[in-house]
């Protein structure tokens, strides 16, 4: 059973969100906190978390297991190495350092202020439900995962 209600791809999530700050830059510019050419850094956190979100899908494809998060019951194997051994969610994580980098390449404090919403609709909409799905298809070693590693980084 697929306790997924909003089949909505977290990529889509992110898209929606860098249109948000992109909106907030443009719209509200609270405060230029990173001027040009520093707001350059952003993009070398994009293609940081780029390369990370990489990683993370290619341990899926080696566990032969899915990767597909609107599918959490598909699941094959638990992945628990590579980055999955300091966050229970790298690709999340990943997307919201994309997110990160988008807002200082954007350079106003105002992008920023949308950043703790993004985690929310995230833990709320996919995480939540995924991680129930996994604690049914691999009780204790799930159980004993979460214990250990947190779902962001805090």
């Known amino acids: 059973m697929n306790a997924l209600q909003l089949k909505i791809p ?6 929606a969100f860098a249109g948000m700050m992109w909106a907030a830059d443009q719209w509200l510019p609270l405060l ?5 050419p520093w707001n350059q ?14 990683w993370s899908l290619g341990l899926f494809f080696r566990a032969h297991t899915t990767f597909n998060p609107i599918h959490p019951e598909r699941t094959q ?3 628990t190495q590579g980055p999955y ?10 997307m919201l350092i994309i997110l990160l980098g988008w807002g200082i390449w954007l350079g ?3 992008p920023f202020l949308l950043l703790p919403l993004f985690v929310w ?15 049914q298809t691999f009780g ?15």
Do not use: C, H
Not at 121 to 135: A, Y
Not at 140 to 154: E, F, G, I, M
């Open 10 to 15: 977290p990529p889509v999530y992110l898209l």
């Open 32 to 36: 230029e906190l990173i001027a040009s």
């Open 41 to 54: 850094l952003g993009l070398v956190l994009i293609a940081a978390a780029v390369l990370m979100d990489f």
């Open 77 to 79: 194997a638990l992945v």
């Open 85 to 94: 051994r300091y966050t229970r969610n790298p690709m999340y994580v990943g």
């Open 108 to 110: 106003s404090i105002s």
């Open 121 to 135: 609709v995230l833990t709320k909409q996919q995480i939540i439900p995924e991680e129930k799905i996994l604690e």
């Open 140 to 154: 204790d070693a799930y159980l004993a995962y979460k214990r250990r590693v947190s779902r962001w980084l805090w």
